[in-house]
């Protein structure tokens, strides 16, 4: 029989699933998506940076003016790090944090929170919650607030305000603050521990029987609500008794009082009484301005004037939190959720602001959904259901804001982190299988990989299964601990757009332990588990300048990357390496000095109009010219020639024609952490840093990049079996040809960098061993691969394992025959 030509046709997707033999499908594959239906490599990663504390349990990506500001969470604490557009930033900031608890368990859940004002997104929430070692983990932890920008953060629902204590269970706060209310924790000067507050209730009560005492703006009264220093006093009506100096139509102010009978008036806060003489006030009617008159537990321990008390709402859940704008809501034990009054992360007690229990297990999740003129809405997974929280609008008596909806009893989640929103449609990953919502909970069929995922996750380790999305290639990965892993070594991926499910082969991309795609940077911020060892690195020779934070070479380092420490004379103890630069300012050529400038030494002046940027200088002008030129800052990116000058603003004056040539560059530049304290080139050690994680940015070029170190990624896809008795390489069903393929020449098609290699597995049967033929290995531009292997089952691999190799697939074709029956491998 004559050569036949087949295109090679394999069903996109990596079936795991089932045995070889029985797939149309690609049987294998690793860091391969798929596009068109076409294999093509999954995109590189490099590092952000090495200097992660973690690992992460948790990241999340805010965009600012221009600045991406990634959060992360660890065990012991929390830390950001600002980037550009390009993924480029400086150090990491670490935040102080109060009212929280240093726990390996720590598993982390961020938000932010949008003022009402309209001032745009001002603050981030952040749940540190001990559920890493078990979802169903009671332990509540309080939930922190703080700026979006800073580098502080506390509990959520704290807050201080002035009250006025009496020795009694009574205080009163002027003005009024509806944040305060029954249930809250109360402590400050005066107040004994564990007290909270019973009541709270605004009053303006008019004071009966008022006589005057005849000392100074001393008044008496027989019925008052509470009578307390700084309140107010309007006095309105017509004066027919026998008091002098009382006024009405005035506002006046206690300035004294004992709390329950008398009081002191004056026309100022805090002046003097006014002047009385005693007497009735018959026909005057003193009202007092509006006071929360809120009643505590237990009696304060001392009568004062206003002091500052701090409130407590006691904010503390074992789940996490979400904000569905305007209101921050907090989930946990026993089917909790909780939220705040609208716009007011600090206001818990108003009267849209609710708690309830709506399930029996505990809510691990909660996501913002779509909710039409019931909005805002959220979805709140909790251990066995799904609940929908709509928003009504205060209806009914008593006012009911929020209706909760059970939306299935007979649900699951895998982990509190495993659920996730793609264009409205929220995918995740159960106990036992994939399901979504699109306004019920489906399942999503899966008959490629659910075996090969949930026969082999590391079921003790759950909680660190996280999910992201890369929408671009229309994918949802699901990073999960395979085997005995107690990280994530691998990820499973539905391709919604390709109605397909792959996996990434257990990669080194997979070793992630968090990460947050934020549809504002382009590209998914991702953090290893990986810790580094500390190991000496290099060793060579910089130009230190004491006081400074740059040390300089007349070579470029490749092996410094951001986060090395960095040991040796004159560099503080513990100093890194926190920003590289190339092609420093070294020396300065001969000084046009100009004319018309002000005489006069100044600093940090920028040095401009060169190839480079960056670069400082302390710049003299005497005799109104410039005399001397001594670099501060070597900048970056200038070469040899360049000629300088800077601004006649910045040297004084509206002098011209100051210019300086540079005449040495340094090939590289370094920013330390820390000062350096000595002067003079120096041997420096460059090592790693022992238990820091590594921050990437991914679907960037092709390969692993860390500083200048470039790593090819090994990428491979696997057809299924192509050989005459599964159908040939192009039909799907038997054709009864008990014959071996032969196959004579593969011609490539794709778009491809690199070299590629081609290798021919095959087998006689179903169960028997692979025998392996190649590499083939082809270029670009190679038409065609001529070999002579015949298998009775047949499959191709194509692999890319070189620095800067990618490809996509285009169509293959196959030149083959029917072969023989000779015995295996003649």
Avoid at 63 to 87: F, H
Avoid at 143 to 155: H, R, V, W
Avoid at 523 to 551: C, D, H, M, Q, R
Wanted: proline share 3%; with cysteine.
């Amino acid at each position: 029989m004559g050569n036949k030509v087949f295109s090679l046709d394999t069903v996109a997707g990596i079936q795991r699933d089932g045995t070889v033999f029985d797939k149309n499908f690609y049987t294998d594959g690793q860091w391969v998506r798929f596009q068109r239906g076409r294999p093509r490599k999954i995109g590189g990663y490099r590092v952000i940076s090495a200097q992660l504390n973690g690992p992460s349990r948790g990241i999340w990506v805010n965009a600012q003016n221009g600045i991406n500001y990634i959060y992360s969470g660890y065990n012991n604490g929390m830390e950001s790090l600002a980037i550009d557009n390009n993924g480029v930033g400086a150090g990491l900031t670490e935040y102080t944090l109060s009212n929280f608890t240093a726990s390996d368990n720590n598993l982390w859940q961020f938000d932010g929170f949008y003022d009402v004002s309209g001032s745009g997104l001002q603050t981030l929430v952040a749940a540190p919650c001990q559920n890493l070692n078990s979802i169903s983990s009671s332990t509540n932890t309080p939930i922190l607030i703080g700026d979006i920008t800073g580098s502080t953060m506390s509990q959520i629902g704290v807050f201080t305000n002035s009250a006025v204590l009496n020795s009694t269970t009574t205080m009163a706060i002027t003005p009024t603050n509806v944040a305060i209310g029954a249930g809250q924790s109360i402590s400050g000067t005066g107040i004994p521990a564990n007290t909270t507050i019973t009541s709270s209730v605004l009053s303006a009560p008019n004071l009966g029987s008022v006589a005057v005492t005849g000392v100074a703006g001393q008044c008496s009264c027989t019925s008052t609500a509470g009578l307390f220093i700084g309140q107010t006093v309007t006095v309105s009506g017509a004066l027919t008794g026998s008091a002098t100096g009382i006024t009405s139509g005035i506002t006046y102010y206690i300035v004294a009082t004992n709390y329950t009978t008398t009081f002191t008036l004056s026309t100022t806060s805090g002046g003097a009484g006014v002047v009385t003489t005693a007497g009735t006030t018959v026909g005057l009617v003193f009202t007092l301005g509006q006071f929360q008159a809120v009643t505590i537990s237990n009696a304060a321990t001392a009568t004062s004037g206003a002091t500052t008390i701090t409130f407590n709402n006691n904010v503390s859940v074992s789940g996490g939190i979400v904000s569905l704008h305007p209101y921050i809501f907090v989930y946990g034990n026993d089917g909790l959720i909780k939220n705040c009054s609208a716009g007011n992360a600090q206001d818990w007690v108003s009267a849209d602001a609710n708690e309830t229990n709506v399930a029996t297990g505990k809510i691990v999740q909660g996501l913002p959904v779509r909710g039409g003129s019931n909005a805002p809405s959220g979805l709140f997974w909790s251990l066995d259901s799904l609940i929908r929280v709509s928003y009504i609008g205060g209806t009914g008596t008593p006012a009911q804001y929020w209706r909760y909806d059970i939306i299935s009893s007979q649900s699951s989640i895998l982990s509190s982190q495993s659920a996730i929103e793609y264009d409205g449609i929220y995918y995740w990953c159960g106990v036992d299988r994939f399901l979504m919502y699109t306004g019920v909970v489906k399942e999503i069929p899966n008959q490629m990989n659910q075996n090969y995922f949930f026969d082999n996750l590391n079921y003790n380790q759950r909680q660190k299964v996280w999910v992201t999305k890369v929408p671009r290639f229309g994918e949802i990965w699901w990073f999960y601990p395979r085997g005995d892993a107690t990280e994530c070594t691998d990820a499973i991926i539905y391709n919604v757009r390709e109605n397909t499910w792959y996996d990434a082969g257990q990669s080194t991309g997979t070793n992630r332990s968090a990460g947050y795609f934020s549809q504002v940077f382009a590209f998914p911020i991702e953090a290893s588990w990986s810790k580094s060892v500390a190991a000496t690195v290099f060793t060579a020779n910089y130009v230190l300048t004491s006081g400074s934070f740059y040390v300089y070479s007349d070579t470029y380092e490749t092996s410094a990357i951001v986060g090395q420490g960095v040991s040796g004379t004159g560099i503080a103890s513990g100093s890194t390496v926190i920003g590289i630069t190339s092609s420093n300012i070294k020396t300065l050529g001969a000084i046009t000095g100009g004319s018309l400038y002000t005489n006069g030494t100044y600093t940090n002046v920028n040095l401009i109009n060169g190839t480079g940027f960056n670069a400082k200088a302390t710049v003299v002008v005497s005799g109104n010219a410039v005399t001397s030129v001594t670099v501060t800052l070597r900048g970056s990116n200038f070469l040899v020639g360049d000629v300088l000058t800077a601004t006649a603003a910045s040297i004084g004056g509206t002098g011209s024609g100051f210019s300086v040539p540079v005449t040495a560059i340094y090939a590289q530049g370094l920013q330390l952490s820390l000062a350096t304290t000595a002067t003079g080139t120096n041997a420096l050690t460059f090592s790693t840093i022992a238990g820091l994680i590594k921050l990437y940015q991914h679907e960037i070029g092709t390969d692993e990049v860390d500083g200048q170190n470039v790593l090819a990624i090994p990428s491979y896809f696997e057809t299924n079996d192509l050989g005459w008795v599964g159908g040939g390489p192009a039909q799907p069903t038997m054709v009864g040809d008990n014959k071996w393929l032969r196959v004579d020449r593969v011609e490539p098609d794709f778009v491809q960098s690199g070299t590629m290699s081609l290798f021919v597995y095959g087998r006689p049967f179903a169960q028997a061993q692979d025998v392996v033929g190649g590499p083939y290995d082809f270029e670009p531009e190679t038409g065609k691969i001529d070999m002579r292997e015949q298998r009775r089952e047949i499959r191709f691999r194509f692999v890319s394992d070189v620095a800067g190799g990618n490809y996509q697939l285009g169509k293959v074709i196959i030149t083959a025959e029917i072969g023989d029956t000779r015995p295996y491998g003649a």
